[in-house]
Structures are given as C-alpha cells and as structure tokens.
C-alpha cells in the first residue's frame, strides 16, 4: 500500500487529469523515470489486490476465529472494496478507450439503482466528461481511507521494512520487465476490462437485468459485514459459500481472459486475431 | 539457525539490490530515453512516426504524418519498445481477415470494408456454387459459399487445391509488388502500388533486413496488372482482352516469339484479336465501377448480377440518362474529388441497370458525350452504335450486343479430372502441402465464336454468349469409395455465359451465326442439304468432332442438332441453348443468306421483316424442310 502511494505522489507530478490520456502518452512515449514510476504503482497496487485477496481467503477458510467488535469488523469489511475502488479508478484514470468503457460500465451499473443511482454516479464518478472528481476520490478520499483501515486493522503505522524492501523489489522488477502498456484507440475489437473485473463483464454479458448484479453485491457485502454475528453453522455455509463464489469468479475470469474474442465468442487464445 | 538468520537478513538486501541492478539497466537501455518530439496523429501520439519517418510513397490521403502507421497497420503506438510497438502487427493490412479494425473503422473505409467481404471476389461465391453443383454436392448452381470456408467433400477438396488462391479473402502474408503471380490480400490485391523505389526498397529490406523508407502507394488507380493475376484463369478474360489465348501445349522455342507470350506462371499463350477497348488504351476500372468490385450491398450468385454496367451506357441509342455533380452519392462525391482527371465531366452518365452513375462517362461542357480513363485521363468519344443495332431487323430486339461484337472466346472442350491419392498438393486455405491431388486433364482449348444461348436476365429472355463452362468426367474413385467396385465418375456438359473481353468494333456478319453451327451451340461441323418436295430441303449437320458416349453429342456441342437438350445444360439455371424450334428459325434465314447478301436493299426488302418475305418467295428460292431431323456422323 505505502509503495502505491508512493509511487502514485510521485507519478501525480506529471499526470494531467484534464488531459489524461495524452498525459500518459507522452510518458509512455518520452520520460523513461515516468514510465518506471507508473510500472512501480501499477505492480504495487496489482500485488496489493492479490495480497488482500489472499489474506481474506486465509481468514474466510479458517474455521471459526476470535469474535471482535461489531465496528471492527465492519473496518475489516471496508477494506476490499475500497481496494477495489482504487484499483478501477486508476484503471478509468488512465483515459484509454478500456478506461473509458470501464468508466461506462461502472456509472451503468450505479445508474441501474432506483432513485439514488444517479445520485452515487455523481457522488462516485462525476460528470461523463470529467475525470476531476474519480481523481480525487482516487488520491484523496479512498486512499485516504485504506490508510486509515489498514493502519486500524494492521495496529501499526509503518510498514515492516523486509515487506517493503520486497514489495517494492518486485515491482521495480515487474516494472522493468513488464511495463504496463496503453490501449490503443480502436485497435481491439474486443475491449476488456482490468483481469480482477473480467469475470463481472462476463456475467455483465449475460445478465439481462444489471440490477441483479448490483443488488447481489450489496447483498453479499451486508452478509460479510454481519459474518461474525451469525451463528457458527449459517457462518460456515456463508463461508463456503463466498469461497466457492470465488472460485466461480476466478474461473469466469480465466474464461474473459483467455477464451473470449470479439462479440464475446468462445475463441481459442492461439485462434483471436 | 545462525544460517538462517543470516539468510534472513540477507535476501532482502540480495533482493532489493538486484531490484536496483535491473532498474539501472532499464534506464540505461530504456526506449523512450531522449525522444524529443512526439507528433500528434489522430489525436494521438504515435511512438511508430518516431522510429520510422520520413516515409515517402504515399499519396495525401494515406500519408503517416495524418494518419500514422497504426491506423493501418496497427501494433502498439504508446510505447518506444520496438518488441512491443510491433506486437499485434499486421504486415498487410488489407486482409480481409483484418479489414474491420484496419481499412474498415469508423474512420476510414467502414462501407466499402463491409461489403467487399460478400462480393464474389471476395468469397468467390459463385465459383463454390457451380463446383459442388458439378460434383453432385448440390442439386443447384446457386448457392451461399466462401473459398475461405471450405469442408472436405471432393468438390471442396478440389476448390481448396485448385481455385481457393483466387479470391480477396486469400490472406496475403508476404507483401510483394503486384504481377501475374499475386492472389488475395483484400483491399491491397487492387489498391497497392508499388513504384520502383518501393520495390527496390522491398529488395533491400528482404537481403539485409533494412527498414524501408519507401512505401508502396495506396491507390485509387487500380492498372490491369492487378486484375491480371486471377482474371488470367477460369474465364481468362484478361489475356483474352489483351488478345491472348492459351496454347494448349507449351510449344518450343518461342519466348522470343511475338506471336506468343509466356506467363509467370509458365502457361504460354497464342497472339490473336485484342479487345478494341484494350487496343484503345483503356483499363479496367474505365468500365467497371467501383460498386461492381467493392459490392452494392447486396448478395449476388453471379458475376452477370453483380455487373452494373452495360455497352449501351457509353454506346447509346438514345441520349442516356445524366445527372450532375451536385446529385451525386457521398460515396461517388469523395471519389470523384480523388479523381482530378473526371473534372471535365459536366454531367454524369447513370447506368441504365442500376441507375448509379458511373463517374467517368457523361457529357462535356458540349454537351457531347465523353469517357475518360480513370487512370490514363485520356478522352475517349464512343462511337454511336451502326443502324443495324438500332432494332432494325425483327428478331434481333433480343440480342445483347456482345453476341455479335465478340469474334472469339477461349473454348475448353475436353478436360478430365481425377483425383491421385497418393501425389501432394497444396491447400491453398490452410497453405500446406497435404496428400491427394486433383489432376486436370485438358484438351480441346480454342479460340473460337461462343455459342448462342438464351439467358433470362430477371425481366426477358436475351440472346447472349456461352462458352463450354465445363465439359468433363470427374473421376472421384481416388477420394471416395467405389461404388459397386465400380469407378465413381460424373460427366457434365454445361456450358457457361461468357462475357469474353474481345470485342471488335465491326460486329460479325449475318452468316457468322445463321450458317454457323458453333454459333448455334451445335459445335464446329458442316451443313448440307438434301433437296425435298417443292425446293423445299432437308437440312443435315456433320460434326467435326467425334461424339461423347455419356450422351451422344459432339464433343464441343452444347446442344444436339433439332434435338431438345434436357437436365443440367448449364451453369446457371436461368440459361439454355437454342430450342430446335429456335435453330429452325436461325437456319431459315441462313439458307436466304446463301444467295441474297446483307445489303442494305435486301435487308430492307427480305430480312427486315423476314416472315413477310417467306409468303413472297420465288420458285428457285430453298426453304428449310422444318421436320428434317439431324444426321450426326
């Protein structure tokens, strides 16, 4: 998280939310120290997902575990979806036709709730021509808040110097050997999201009613934040539940990265143009 | 334990070092270091403008400094990484596999992208459709199909081996300037041109792997030489225009010959009659528009439909119908800003079938009527057609005007195809060379007078060319099973409208068809009369050509003499040869024609109302006996 921040301070010096794209163009195109910064954030935030991911899945397979505060554990269940928001509002900032489209989906999807979607679609994203406001929930607000529920959740401010030393070893590494890349205007035909939202899309594409969607996430986060207050029998089938769930997604991911082609066929990897 | 911890303190230290080393070397070698101007393309930055300008070749409308080189050929534009900048490349663009995300976006060529990939160039719909219709695949010769979507039935076996190289949906994967040797490639099979510089840059880059700085231009100006490489085979109507026909031997010691050329592909071909509109200096594209090539938007099953020109458009009969600059289609506005010669073009002349105008023909600031080549800008005046074309003799309303302004076509009378399961052959879908081979073959190839035939054009009956579409045995026991341990072998005999590019400015006289047996689809022989009652005579036909035992006719024939040919009699079910009642009928005038020449006196006095002049014929005159039946020897 402290490597993403920082990298992302240093990356905003010369990133342009009016122009975004272009911006990062002309990194891409003309400032290696830039294009080394960006690598550092992305792979940061990309280990910071996973790593979350990961410690959430430990925790959930656990049998049972040490009963905590209501507040507490809402924190805790803050936690991946505030990742989860920071990790899409950068995919969105960047400005990219993928950008772009993601940013479609998403006011989609909080536009499909009656009566207070168009409200969170302002609140969450701003206006459709506009990236001021994403950005600042981006620098600002979110990052704000994964700071302070990690730090609650973590009991310590700093960082164990090892951990750092490694995460951001690695992401220079990543960084160096996988640059992250721009999506060319109309280049694809099929335009997919970040990997951690490809198995959404996938069930985006299915799906007649978004609403759905919607209102399952929701549901399932309520059912998250109120885990340790339900009886230990209807925990571990919540439990199972989200790990299967997981599971599900995980494969619905697989098949939007590597089997899909355009209109959204079944195509071999080797058989896409 | 104390390893351990030694380790344990160490291999961050190890870690975050080699983090620092390989960052090190990144910005040592990193690709984007010192780029200084990054110009603007489409409202971009494109890194490929860095690496790779100046290019020269281009013509305004494709120049990278506006459109970059991803427009076209795609491949990543935001990074300096030459691996990544390339990755997702497409060396020729113009595939048609690649065509929607290359030359049909949104931004460039999105309506022509779209419908050349249902033109039968581009699936060769047509070709697939008679193939398995002479194979016995199919009951009909209309029908869906795609070269580039071939099953593994004999027929598809022997499109795959043997015609499949010849459509637009061919992928081309090694860019090389056009010649008699070039197949596919999409929208480049016609639009790319490569100047001398480009292809001595070509050269260079294939010996020493030099980037090029010259490009092949990308063009409206469409030569014969891009038509040439496919429309030498099949229908062979490019060699025909330029007054060549295959020999059917390769003969020796003639490639200094002027009276035979030699193809790349090593067939050799025989001087004869060019076209005059070739001797003229006209190309193509002076007469075919770009709906005919690109697609109107519609499925056709055969050339004939997908044609939208017709003689009459340049050689009318009456003042044709013109529209002005201002009436013109979007599509013909923007071409016709491209095509700076067709400035003196006033009015524009619309084609009498589809009503769209065709860009070069209209009239001047005269008012006279004008055709100027596309590529040449020379002006061209057509000539008004002869009276006798005018309809003036009862009869002939049906006749197209190729029946009579083409002295020749190439004529294949004998082929035989088997197939050999043990020989290697190439796929030229898949491009591999696999076992089972179809071999041709041939015989009989001659440049001679097609057959007449009537053909329904949607609304009547016309009178029009036929040649020997196919006259074969398919010998399919080497791919599938015998049957009854009997060969499993087909004979067809259909013959197919021809449009054969050899026109000659004088059209052919009366006794070219009414006492010409090839003309009558009898094939080449002899006529001979037995005199009858009252001077009226049996007519009897000799033919040259020995008969077939499959059904008793001439080798060349499409059709029995006085004899009803029945079943598949072509490759189009809306064509058939002349009826006995129909020969009778072109035979009558031909025995007047003996002795009363096409003057123009007796035209007016016998021909041009050839019923009356039956009930007023003389005591020496012959009149055909209409039960004679034919005595085939």
């Known amino acids: 998280m402290y490597v993403a921040m920082g990298s992302g301070v240093a990356l905003a010096l010369v990133y342009n939310v009016n122009r975004p794209f272009e911006s990062l163009q002309i990194i891409m195109l003309s400032n290696p120290g830039a294009t080394f910064i960006r690598g550092i954030h992305y792979w940061s935030s990309q280990l910071f997902l996973v790593l979350t991911g990961l410690h959430f899945a430990d925790r959930l397979s656990r049998r049972g575990g040490n009963r905590i505060s209501f507040m507490a554990w809402l924190q805790v269940s803050f936690i991946l979806p505030t990742v989860l928001f920071l990790m899409i509002s950068g995919f969105i900032l960047k400005g990219d036709r993928a950008g772009l489209l993601a940013g479609q989906v998403l006011r989609g999807l909080l536009g499909t709730l009656p009566a207070v979607g168009h409200w969170l679609d302002f609140l969450v994203l701003g206006g459709s021509d506009s990236f001021q406001v994403i950005y600042l929930h981006h620098i600002a607000t979110a990052s704000l808040l994964i700071v302070i529920l990690t730090i609650r959740h973590g009991e310590r401010v700093l960082p164990e110097a090892r951990s750092l030393v490694y995460i951001l070893g690695l992401s220079m590494i990543m960084s160096v050997v996988f640059t992250p890349g721009l999506l060319p205007n109309g280049a694809e035909l099929h335009v997919k999201g970040p990997w951690y939202f490809v198995g959404l899309q996938q069930i985006l594409h299915w799906c007649a009613r978004p609403l759905w969607i919607v209102i399952s996430c929701m549901v399932a986060f309520v059912l998250f934040c109120l885990l340790p207050f339900l009886p230990v029998r209807i925990e571990s089938a919540i439990k199972g539940l989200v790990v299967a769930a997981l599971f599900v997604y995980l494969v619905l991911t697989v098949i939007g990265m590597f089997f899909t082609g355009a209109d959204w066929q079944f195509a071999l990897p080797w058989a896409r143009p | ?633």
Not at chain 2, 144 to 161: C, E, Q, T
Not at chain 2, 430 to 442: F, L, M, P, T
């Open chain 2, 1 to 633: 334990m104390k390893t351990r911890g030694i380790l344990k303190g160490f291999l961050p230290l190890l870690f975050g070092g080699m983090a620092i080393v390989a960052s090190i070397w990144w910005f040592i070698s990193a690709p984007n270091k010192g780029v200084k101007e990054l110009p603007v393309i489409q409202g971009h930055r494109e890194g490929c403008v860095v690496c790779h300008l100046p290019m020269t070749g281009f013509n305004s409308a494709h120049d990278p400094k506006a459109i970059g080189c991803a427009s076209c050929h795609l491949g990543n534009t935001f990074t300096m990484d030459k691996g990544q900048a390339h990755k997702g490349m497409v060396l020729v663009p113009g595939n048609l596999a690649q065509v929607k995300r290359t030359c049909g976006t949104s931004k460039c060529h999105p309506l022509l992208a779209h419908r050349v990939r249902d033109t039968l160039m581009a699936t060769g719909r047509g070709m697939v459709a008679v193939d398995r219709f002479v194979f016995g695949d199919t009951d009909s010769p209309i029908g869906g199909g795609n070269l580039s979507r071939l099953g593994s039935s004999p027929a598809d076996d022997h499109l795959r081996k043997l015609c499949a190289s010849c459509h637009l949906g061919k992928v081309k994967n090694n860019p090389r300037p056009i010649d008699a040797l070039s197949r596919g490639g999409g929208c480049t099979a016609c639009h790319l041109r490569y100047t001398k510089k480009a292809v001595d840059a070509l050269e260079i880059y294939n010996h020493n792997r030099k980037v090029p700085d010259v490009h092949p231009s990308l063009s409206i100006e469409v030569t014969r030489d891009h038509c040439f490489g496919c429309h030498s085979r099949s229908g062979r109507i490019s060699t025909s225009y330029e007054g060549w026909h295959e020999a059917e031997k390769y003969p020796e010691g003639v490639s200094h010959n002027p009276g035979y050329r030699i193809l790349k592909d090593g067939r050799a071909f025989v001087r004869m009659s060019p076209d005059i509109h070739f001797q003229r200096g006209m190309d193509c594209i002076d007469c075919h528009t770009w709906q005919e090539t690109m697609g109107d938007g519609k499925l056709h099953y055969h050339e004939e439909d997908q044609i939208e020109i017709s003689c009459e458009d340049c050689h009318p009969l009456q003042r044709p119908d013109t529209i002005t600059s201002s009436e013109l289609r979007e599509i013909d506005a923007k071409i016709l800003k491209r095509r700076s010669v067709l400035q003196s073009i006033k009015r524009f002349v619309v084609a009498s079938k589809t009503k769209g105008a065709l860009l070069n023909v209209g009239l001047d600031a005269k008012g006279k009527l004008i055709v100027i080549g596309k590529n040449s800008g020379k002006i061209y005046h057509p000539k008004k057609p002869a009276p006798v074309c005018s309809n003036q003799i009862s009869g002939h309303e049906r006749l197209t005007c190729q029946s009579c302004h083409t002295p020749w076509a190439p004529n294949c009378i004998r082929c035989h195809t088997y197939y050999d399961r043990d020989a290697v052959a190439l796929d030229h879908l898949s491009g591999r060379r696999v076992k089972g081979r179809w071999v041709e073959q041939r015989g009989g190839l001659l440049a001679r007078q097609p057959a007449l035939g009537i053909r329904f054009d949607g609304k009547k009956e016309i009178i029009d060319t036929f040649v020997p579409g196919m006259v074969i045995t398919i010998d399919k026991s080497g791919f599938v099973r015998k049957q009854n341990g009997k060969r499993v072998r087909i004979f067809r005999r259909v013959f197919a409208p021809i449009s054969a590019h050899t026109t000659a400015a004088r059209g052919i006289d009366c006794k070219a068809c009414h006492v010409n047996s090839v003309a009558m689809g009898l094939g080449e022989g002899l006529f001979s009369s037995k005199g009858g009652r009252l001077g009226k005579v049996k007519i009897r036909f000799r033919p040259l050509f020995p008969l077939r035992t499959e059904d008793g006719l001439p080798e060349d024939a499409w059709t029995g003499f006085l004899k009803e040919k029945g079943g598949t009699v072509s490759t189009r079910t809306n064509a058939r040869p002349l009826s006995p009642a129909e020969q009778i009928k072109v035979i009558r005038v031909g025995v007047c024609l003996l002795c009363h020449l096409p003057t123009k006196k007796n035209i007016r006095r016998i021909y041009s109302d050839f019923p009356a002049a039956l009930e007023r014929i003389g005591p020496l005159c012959l009149t055909v006996e209409t039960s004679a039946s034919g005595h085939p020897h």
